[in-house]
Structure formats: C-alpha cells, structure tokens
C-alpha cells in the first residue's frame, strides 16, 4: 500500500573542514564528509525510494556540498537553495515547510537548527524523540511523516520515522 502522509527530511550537512579562507559561509566537506553525505543519499533512497519532490539546503558550501552528494544516489526533483536555513530559527523553517506544495521534502542546514526543528515537530510521546535532544552527528538525517498537509505542519504534528547517520569506515 502507497504511504499518503508527506515526509519531511531534516539532514545536518557532513564532516566539513574546520576553517576556510572564506569564512564558515566557504567551509567545504572533507573527504571523509563527501563519504559520508554519498553514503546517506543511499541509505536516503533506502528509506524513501528512489526520489523526492524537493530539496532545499543552507547556500554554506558544505550543505551545498553534502545535498549534491546525496543527489548521486536519490533523484531530486526540485532543488534550490535558501540563504534564510543558515542563519534560520525554526519558525523559518516552517515558512519553508509551508510553502512546499509536494510529498516530499528534504532540509539540509546546520546545528543547533536541525536538531531544534526535529523536537518541536516531533509529537511528546512519539518513541525514539530522545534521539534528537541535544544534536545531531553530522551526516544525519531525521525523517519525519505527517498526516497534514505541509501548510498546516506544526509543533508536535509529526511522528519519527527513521534517524539515519552515515558511518564511513
């Protein structure tokens, strides 16, 4: 049977370099990081199928990195970028959640965000809603289902449906 709840995917982008010459905006993925997000767009495709509808990451290079690793493996259909999931709370990211029109929609941005967002999505008494207390490995991805429509997404509407984290090695 065809699963009709939307899913919304909120991944921290991977290992990436400690310092750039231009800035923490420029910071690239390590080599063990572009590992890493390659391996997570497969075990994305595992959990998802083969594609989602959308994907929209921090415009840092290292989630632009890490969501062009995760495209190797998991077709995107729409992909941009978003300047407002870098410096984002997350009532931004709902603004972007509400404006999804699709099934499927991936996140890519940084900590302390994701792992905030994820919390106050995630219903209180859904099992495993420890996992995001406190942050999130890079190279993880939270997925979340939700019988709502993604304009009306809110605090607690969600339910936890996986925790991926891409171990290389």
């Known amino acids: 049977m065809c699963d009709m709840r939307n899913t919304i995917v909120l991944v921290r982008h991977s290992t990436a370099e400690r310092f750039s010459a231009n800035g923490d905006l420029g910071r690239a993925l390590t080599p063990e990081g572009q590992e890493?997000?390659?391996?997570?767009?497969?075990?994305?495709?595992?959990?998802?199928?083969?594609?989602?509808?959308?994907?929209v990451a921090s415009h840092a290079v290292r989630?632009?990195?890490?969501?062009?690793a995760i495209g190797q493996n998991l077709k995107?259909?729409?992909?941009?970028m978003d300047r407002a999931i870098y410096d984002s709370d997350v009532d931004s990211l709902r603004e972007?959640?509400?404006?999804?029109?699709?099934?499927?929609?991936?996140?890519?941005?940084?900590e302390p965000?994701?792992?905030?967002?994820?919390?106050a999505l995630i219903?209180?008494?859904?099992?495993?809603?420890e996992l995001v207390y406190g942050g999130v490995p890079t190279a993880s991805a939270i997925v979340l289902k939700t019988d709502l429509p993604f304009d009306q997404v809110c605090c607690g509407s969600c339910d936890l449906e996986a925790?991926?984290?891409?171990?290389i090695g």
């Open 123 to 129: 219903c209180d008494d859904c099992p495993g809603r």
């Open 76 to 80: 995107i259909e729409n992909l941009w």
């Open 36 to 55: 890493q997000a390659i391996e997570l767009g497969k075990l994305l495709v595992k959990e998802l199928g083969p594609s989602v509808d959308c994907l």
């Open 113 to 119: 965000t994701i792992s905030v967002f994820a919390a």
């Open 96 to 110: 972007i959640v509400h404006s999804c029109e699709r099934k499927t929609l991936v996140i890519v941005g940084h």
């Open 63 to 68: 989630a632009q990195e890490t969501a062009d």
């Open 163 to 167: 925790f991926l984290h891409a171990e």
